[in-house]
């Protein structure tokens, strides 16, 4: 029998063939960057779209290849099964994955559509396949055509699926995945990265022209399920010195939400309180400009990279209450939690933390030192380095 010693290491030097459809860097694939990390002197990642996250891998060394021959649709929800086109667009993309995984010990499926080219390239190429599950298979999120074929999949080829949060977990069986091949493994972060960061923040807040508010950040694509409108709705509820950034991009095509986010500003009379900021890579030191930071999704949110990346920052968070959200924060020790969708609570939030100030801090405090904990990179990456050393043959 393996120790846990041996079986760690096995798991770092394994040859692992990653997958993900997406050439954009949503939470899904930055959690990629950092659990490739251990394995980049002998892992490849597959991607079935050029775009920013590959030279986010390069930068961090990891070798990559962008597979497809033709621009596979990708969409992130529901409508994934119809982007994949038709078995004629796929099979090129499928042979390729199974002559290519011959020389890795494994293929790790990061996103649905991973999935399906995974499964059956693991299938001709006879390699273990994991399938990271950052999805929360539910209705809200997928049609019962998607659910049942990245479940059948699952069920059939993977050897394990780890799930980003109990939530996902819970779906994935609920939409009658195996349970008895499913770990619940949390994205794991470096502490030091959010706490240590030094910059003028002084001339940050300055530039972003809203110094002297009470500032609400929201760190997310922008996307109608991760509800920015419901922030912007309660900010018409807040005084008049609370104000809000909005740091993200519209990732997968939703030109018709951020066009209804604009509107909603005008409507409202919020021009002076509300700045969009676009996608950044200097969301710490944002973070940390910011008096509070709200997460606002109105669908059950699977993991929420955000809500931990705020306590890391020190800064008070308050989340939607549903899916993985409920996992990271505690309402009054940890954070607050609001009903999703309900933007005169969410407001009352707000409030509350603005009107007091020294019990927020000591929430975030808390939240900051339990977050540390819990999502410990080195830990997480020594979970999953076991998990996949038991996949081996
Ligand atoms: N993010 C970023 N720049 C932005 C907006 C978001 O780097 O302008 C990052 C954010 O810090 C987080 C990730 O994108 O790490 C989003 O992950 P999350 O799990 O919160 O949501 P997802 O978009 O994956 O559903
Ligand atoms: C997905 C989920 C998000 C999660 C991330 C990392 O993008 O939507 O909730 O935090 O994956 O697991």
Not at 200 to 207: G, I, M, P, T
Not at 295 to 323: D, K, N, W, Y
Request: glycine share 8%; aromatic share 8%; charged share 20%.
């Amino acid at each position: 029998m393996r120790t846990y010693q041996t079986s760690i290491r096995a798991g770092f030097e394994m040859k692992i063939l990653f997958l993900d459809q997406s050439g954009k860097p949503g939470g899904a694939e930055l959690c990629l960057i950092d659990i490739a990390k251990p394995y980049r002197d002998s892992a490849l990642v597959g991607l079935f779209a050029d775009g920013p996250f590959r030279h986010l891998l390069e930068q961090q060394q990891i070798s990559v290849q962008v597979l497809a021959t033709q621009l596979l649709q990708v969409r992130k929800e529901s409508s994934w099964v119809q982007g994949l086109g038709t078995l004629g667009q796929l099979a090129p993309m499928i042979a390729r994955v199974a002559l290519l995984s011959r020389d890795y010990d494994l293929i790790y499926a990061n996103t649905q559509k991973a999935l399906v080219v995974g499964a059956l390239a693991s299938f001709f190429s006879r390699r273990s396949l994991v399938y990271h599950l950052h999805d929360i298979l539910s209705a809200d999120h997928f049609s019962r055509t998607n659910r049942r074929l990245a479940v059948t999949l699952a069920n059939r080829f993977a050897s394990l699926v780890i799930a980003n949060s109990k939530a996902s977990q819970a779906a994935f069986v609920a939409a009658g995945g195996r349970s008895d091949i499913t770990e619940v493994v949390y994205n794991g972060f470096e502490p030091e990265f959010y706490q240590s960061y030094q910059s003028n923040l002084d001339q940050l807040r300055q530039h972003l022209g809203l110094d002297g508010r009470f500032l609400v950040g929201h760190f997310s694509r922008l996307s109608p399920w991760k509800g920015q409108h419901i922030l912007l709705a309660a900010l018409a509820h807040c005084p008049n010195d609370v104000a809000a950034i909005f740091v993200g991009d519209a990732l997968f095509g939703e030109q018709d939400y951020v066009k209804s986010l604009y509107e909603q500003v005008t409507v409202l009379g919020l021009e002076e309180r509300v700045r969009f900021l676009g996608f950044r890579s200097d969301v710490v030191p944002l973070m940390k400009v910011c008096d509070l930071i709200a997460h606002t999704s109105t669908a059950p949110e699977p993991f929420g990279r955000v809500i931990v990346e705020a306590m890391l920052c020190g800064r008070p968070v308050v989340a939607a209450q549903s899916g993985g959200a409920i996992e990271l924060v505690e309402t009054g020790q940890t954070g607050w939690l609001v009903p999703p969708g309900d933007p005169l609570l969410l407001a009352e939030a707000i409030a509350t933390c603005r009107n007091q100030p020294e019990q927020a801090a000591i929430i975030a405090h808390q939240a900051q030192i339990q977050a540390s904990q819990r999502f410990q990179m080195s830990t997480i990456n020594q979970q999953i380095g076991e998990l996949l050393s038991r996949c081996l043959p």
